[in-house]
């Protein structure tokens, strides 16, 4: 079933066309990535689909449902989580804060605290974060950081959940454990959309990739398909064919 | 006609040393980023020195402008950027406004230090009496003058930024600061030429409206938020619409006195509305200007502070009302008077925490609402009734929610502006309002400048005398007090602190903002007017003067240099402000100095009346210790001591001595609060001698940091 | 003086706790020039902040002729002849063209001297000196970033991801440009993430992956793992 789904989808700023009539959607259950090289509009779509920047043309559509004219906060609370490739961590407040307060968010204005802590440990526990649970979120180091915002995404019980560059930062060993976390979440129903520079993380989890490129897909399908696409090689290389 | 053009000339006038003001506010807003709320107590210091080497020297005019205005202000400039703002850099937007609000309070203080503020200093116009007539309408030369000093500075001005390098590069700061510095230019340079340049208009500005405004250093001072209003029309950034607004605002205010009487207004409401017009332009313009204005992004300080806990914060509750409960019986009656009004200004310190602490607006009029709270006693609880009580935290939390509405599309400084707006069109305006009908009724807001305050009484029980009103008002500090650490504590509090720390991702997670930000100025400004009424209550009688802008300002300020974050920095605000602490402190240490140092006793002696300079100079120390010292400082040590339990004893035995010794009577107050205040502060520096987190930088020490190296090892 | 414009030795440096670059050597040799590739954040852009004196190194030495130059100060580099074009657009958006060539004569050079020079190799810029140039498009915007290393002759230019978010055509003659200063003798360390873009005129190249330089040779030498450090496998 199709959870979120953005539909020919363009955005301006200025002169400059960010997303030009960009097309994509995610399966619950399923992961798919979105790739493509810097500057491509992979960020700028994210904004869209969590409502943070408006389109001038296009469609958002969550369950179903067209949201394009729905507050962030109301997309959220429809079941649309994500993470920030520049952190945007409550640094003023420990881990499991972080993740109570987030349960709390989604409950509304009136969230029974509670009900919020019940949601957190568990969720803290389950992202490898048990060890720092009480340590002020804005001392950890990247990698960890990244999963608190992961865990504060999930506390939000969403259907789809958006990861901007999640691995970035991270260890060797962190990523493992990462991608075991990613298809757990996948088998348990979440449709989840893959922003990643991490190539091997991206081939091994997602079963579908869209590639961006000047805000246009070029090429879709699954990782095997795309690697071996030559467009998809000369987005990612440069234009000139080679020397060799 | 001719009345017409004369209004014209005079507005002309006005719009001149307006723009002056402004022009120099810009030009340091947009090249260092540091909105400087001190230039108007620039301007003030700038005419007193040159009224001091004009009138009181005897020096001729043109010698003591240059050196006033060609020498001493640049140089004072380029101090302010070598001393202080260089500091500024990188650190965050609230950092900023509090550090120039910190240096606005000291150079205020400064001045009134330097110059007795009775005396009167005559400060004739230049040319006084001499008109010139063009086609009938009477120009005064000083008018004249002005134009043409306004017409050379923005012709120097635009000359330097549009046809010399460093003014290019000056502009070029404005979009990026180091690709200026990858063009061979040195930013700090160019940063010290634009603080003298900003420091000579601003005072400028001071010698040429002072012999309107009379020598007189807070009206002098808060001349300038009419500036503000031209900076803001030229959004901070663009000179020539600055030069606009100030043409607007001078003309504006102009033409509605001249005109005032063919207006069908009540003549009883103009005379503080026409000096308000300058910030309800200010507010106009904020509120509904075309494109919303945003301040820096956020850099994000880390903070220091431990989540309160309920066994701390009930503890602390207890001990002051036990404390103020023993105090209560070896006080005499005048000090208790005095020290009554400690609560209430510790209440209104409280209600800061939510609103800047945990929310981090900067909030600049905390006291108009807790003069709204006051009026609210003054006409309901005529008869001691709880109900004034309700009224006077209800009616300024709804205002507070008004005031929370410009929130919504502005953030950082130009947020601060709406505020200072705010609270300066209570003092000008609505505070002073006389007697007026209206909607078929009488209103006297402030009671014709003086409240006359009932004290409550609670179902029989009277706080009316001075003891009972003691204990009662610790009572009350200590439940707010504990109410704060509740809403910390709380999942609301937490969405507080995320808000702070990322809009963004509260909004994609969920969080309704605007609902969110009503709801923390509502509480905050019921929570001063609560404390307004506590302590108006506790003066008994209070004028609008306790409850203006400067005393927002210095009470914010305290609470900064103590601990935006924790209740006891509050108390120690109250203390500090409503005792008069460093009266008490510094006429202490001038008695104490041997009579032959008669100049040490005079020094401390003025530093003790002088609270604004004593303020403004710790609050410019706040740089390092961005969560204040009593959360960085006394807490950690104390922390500390109640792990050890011989050392508490030691410290609870020598208080317990002190205390009997003073209930029987062999020692005297001062020598009780000397020991008290010993053993309370200096002794925990002895036993510990360094403070953890005493050095933020130091991170060796910080407990959390090992957990982290820790637990990465176990990966 | 040795052969060495710019030599890089066991240069690290870190955001926060974070390493962001780990033990990088790296050399630029006289009047030649240095591809240096790699998928984003991989720390291409931190390795020209550092070398620009815009960001601290943790340890390792800068040698700029063979001087040590850690710790000094951009404008300080700037004035000795390295010149970076940020990432980005590499210009003041509120300044006119004319305005932000002014910006480029720190050396030494008159105004009008600059503005004949820019003129000269970028006509289009020659055709409207009073604009804003946070008007123009992004490619102009470019030539007026590429215009202060023709005005000032650096002794070493560094240039991160000209063809940012330009069309391949454009971003091509801009780097036609650059080989023409490069010509003019100037040592050039080019970044970019489209490495076929710039391997044809490049001298020598190396690859960097998670804050490493992994390979450093000829550019054919490189090419051969181009595909492995961006697309994994």
């Known amino acids: 079933m199709r959870v979120l789904e953005a539909i020919d989808i363009s955005v301006r700023f200025g002169g400059i066309t960010a997303l030009d009539g960009a097309s994509l959607a995610v399966e619950s259950g399923g992961i798919t990535g979105l790739i493509g090289p810097n500057g491509a509009g992979k960020t700028t779509m994210f904004d869209v689909l969590t409502g943070l920047t408006p389109v001038d043309s296009g469609r958002v559509m969550v369950d179903g449902r067209n949201v394009t004219r729905v507050a962030p906060h109301r997309r959220a609370r429809l079941g649309v989580a994500r993470t920030f490739q520049r952190l945007e961590l409550f640094g003023g407040l420990t881990v499991l804060e972080n993740v109570e307060c987030a349960a709390g968010m989604a409950l509304g204005v009136r969230g029974r605290a509670a009900a919020a802590r019940r949601v957190a440990g568990p969720l803290v526990a389950r992202v490898g974060l048990g060890p720092v649970a009480h340590v002020r979120a804005g001392l950890l180091p990247t990698g960890q950081a990244r999963l608190v915002e992961v865990a504060r995404a999930l506390a939000t019980h969403p259907k789809v959940l958006l990861l901007d560059e999640p691995a970035s930062g991270q260890s060797e060993t962190e990523r493992e454990q990462f991608a075991r976390l990613l298809r757990e979440l996948a088998q348990d129903g979440l449709g989840i959309l893959l922003v990643e520079h991490d190539m091997d993380l991206v081939m091994s989890v997602c079963e579908y990739l869209v590639v961006l490129n000047f805000g246009r897909v070029i090429a879709a399908g699954s990782p095997a398909d795309v690697r071996r696409d030559p467009s998809v090689m000369s987005a990612y290389l440069g234009s000139r064919v080679s020397h060799g | 006609m001719q009345q017409f053009f004369s209004y014209t000339v005079s507005g002309m006038g006005t719009a001149a040393i307006y723009a002056i003001a402004a022009a120099g506010l810009v030009l340091t807003y947009t090249t260092t980023g540091v909105f400087n709320f001190a230039h108007g107590a620039t301007s003030m210091l700038g005419a007193f020195t040159y009224w001091q080497m004009r009138f009181a020297w005897h020096l001729p005019a043109p010698v003591a402008l240059v050196l006033c205005l060609g020498v001493l202000a640049p140089l004072f400039g380029m101090l302010l950027e070598r001393g202080v703002m260089r500091y500024l850099d990188g650190t965050s937007e609230t950092t900023k406004v509090v550090t120039t609000i910190s240096l606005m309070l000291g150079l205020l203080g400064l001045s009134l230090w330097i110059w007795n503020p009775s005396a009167s200093r005559p400060f004739p116009r230049f040319w006084e009496g001499e008109v010139l007539t063009v086609g009938g309408v ?66 400028m500005a001071g010698v040429l409206i002072a012999p309107s405004l009379k020598l007189s250093a807070l009206p002098l001072t808060l001349l300038v938020v009419n500036a503000y209003a031209a900076a803001v029309m030229g959004k901070l950034k663009s000179l020539p619409l600055t030069f606009v607004g100030a043409l607007v605002l001078g003309l504006g205010t102009e033409y509605l006195r001249g005109y005032q009487g063919s207006l069908r207004i009540s003549q009883k409401l103009m005379p503080g509305f026409l000096a308000s017009v300058p910030v309800v332009i200010l507010l106009v313009v904020l509120v509904v200007g075309r494109s919303p204005l945003r301040g820096q992004t956020i850099t994000r300080v880390r903070e220091t502070v431990q989540r309160p806990t309920w066994a701390g914060s009930t503890g602390m509750g207890a001990g002051i009302v036990l404390i103020a409960a023993l105090l209560s019986d070896v006080l005499p009656r005048t000090d208790l008077f005095t020290l009554g009004r400690i609560w209430g200004l510790g209440i209104i310190a409280l209600s800061l925490i939510p609103v800047v602490g945990f929310g981090g607006h900067l909030s600049l009029c905390q006291m108009s609402f807790a003069g709204v709270g006051m009026v609210m006693i003054q006409h309901l609880g005529g008869r001691g009734s709880p109900l004034a009580l309700i009224a006077a935290a209800a009616v300024p939390a709804v205002l507070g929610m008004i005031v929370a509405i410009p929130s919504f599309r502005l953030s950082g400084i130009y947020f601060a502006l709406s505020t200072a707006a705010f609270a300066v069109l209570m003092d000008r305006w609505i505070f002073l309002l006389p007697r007026f009908r209206f909607l078929g009724m009488d209103w006297d807001i402030f009671n014709g400048g003086s409240l006359d305050l009932r004290r409550t009484r609670f179902f029989g029980l009277s706080t009316e005398g001075n003891r009972a009103f003691f204990v009662y008002g610790a009572v009350a500090f200590a439940l707010v007090s504990v109410a704060v650490v509740a809403i910390r504590r709380s999942n609301y509090g937490q969405r507080l602190i ?102 040490a006793q005079g020094f401390f002696d003025k530093l003790g009346t002088n609270t604004l300079i004593v303020v403004g100079l710790a609050g410019l120390s706040l740089g390092r210790h961005p969560d204040g010292f009593v959360a960085t400082r006394l807490r950690p040590r104390w922390d500390q001591i109640l792990a050890r339990p011989h050392a508490l004893l030691g410290i609870g035995g020598t208080l317990g001595v002190a205390y009997t010794a003073r209930v029987a009577g062999l020692i005297g107050n001062w020598p009780f609060a000397i020991v008290t205040l010993v053993v309370l502060v200096f002794v925990p520096r002895v036993i510990i001698p360094k403070g953890p987190g005493a050095n933020a930088e130091d991170l060796s020490g910080d407990p959390e940091e090992v957990m982290i190296r820790a637990s990465a090892r176990g990966h | 003086m040795g052969e060495m414009a710019l030599e890089l030795n066991g240069v690290r440096a870190r955001y926060g706790s974070v390493e962001v670059l780990h033990e990088v050597d790296l050399s630029l040799r006289r009047g030649s020039v240095l591809a240096v590739l790699g998928s984003n954040g991989a720390g291409k852009s931190t390795l020209l902040k550092v070398t620009a004196g815009l960001h601290p190194i943790a340890s390792g030495s800068i040698r700029l002729d063979g001087r040590n130059v850690v710790g000094w100060s951009p404008d300080r ?130 690859i960097m992956v998670s804050g490493r330089v992994v390979i450093q040779g000829t550019p054919a030498d490189v090419e051969a793992h181009l595909s492995s450090a961006y697309l994994g496998g």
């Open chain 2, 138 to 203: 009477r120009i005064p030369y000083h008018v004249v003058a002005t134009l043409a000093i306004t017409g050379f500075v923005a012709i120097v001005l635009w000359l330097m930024l549009k046809r010399t390098r460093f003014g290019v590069s000056m502009r070029a700061v404005v979009d990026d600061r180091s690709l200026v510095a990858l063009n061979g230019a040195r930013p700090h340079v160019i940063s010290m030429a634009s603080w003298s340049v900003g420091t000579v208009l601003a005072a």
């Open chain 2, 498 to 599: 995320a808000l702070k720390d990322s809009p963004a991702a509260c909004a994609t997670l969920g969080m309704n903002i605007k609902v969110a930000k009503l709801g923390v100025f509502a509480v905050s400004a019921g929570l001063a007017g609560l404390g307004g009424a506590l302590y108006g209550q506790g003066m008994q009688s209070a004028t609008t003067e306790s409850v203006q802008f400067l005393s927002s300002l210095t009470l914010l300020m305290v609470m900064v240099v103590a601990g935006l974050n924790s209740p006891g920095a509050a108390l120690f605000a109250g203390v500090f402000l409503g005792f008069g602490l460093n009266n008490v402190i510094f006429g202490k240490l001038a008695d104490l100095v041997p009579d032959r140092l008669g100049w």
């Open chain 3, 77 to 206: 580099l700037a004035r000795r002849g390295v010149c970076l074009i940020p990432e980005g657009r590499g210009v003041f958006p509120h300044l006119t063209v004319r305005e932000n060539l002014w910006m480029a004569t720190h050396l030494g050079v008159t105004r009008k001297d600059a503005e004949a020079m820019a003129f000269e190799r970028f006509a289009r810029l020659g055709d409207r000196p009073n604009q804003l140039a946070g008007t123009l498009s992004g490619g102009e915007q470019q030539m007026l970033a590429l215009a202060r290393a023709v005005i000032t002759k650096p002794s070493v230019l560094m240039v991160d991801e000209l063809s940012m978010g330009l069309a391949p055509r454009l971003a091509d003659s801009l780097y036609e440009s650059v080989r023409q200063i490069a010509a003019d003798g100037v040592s050039v360390l080019l970044v970019e993430q489209f490495a076929r873009t710039v391997l044809g005129m490049a001298d020598r190249a190396a």
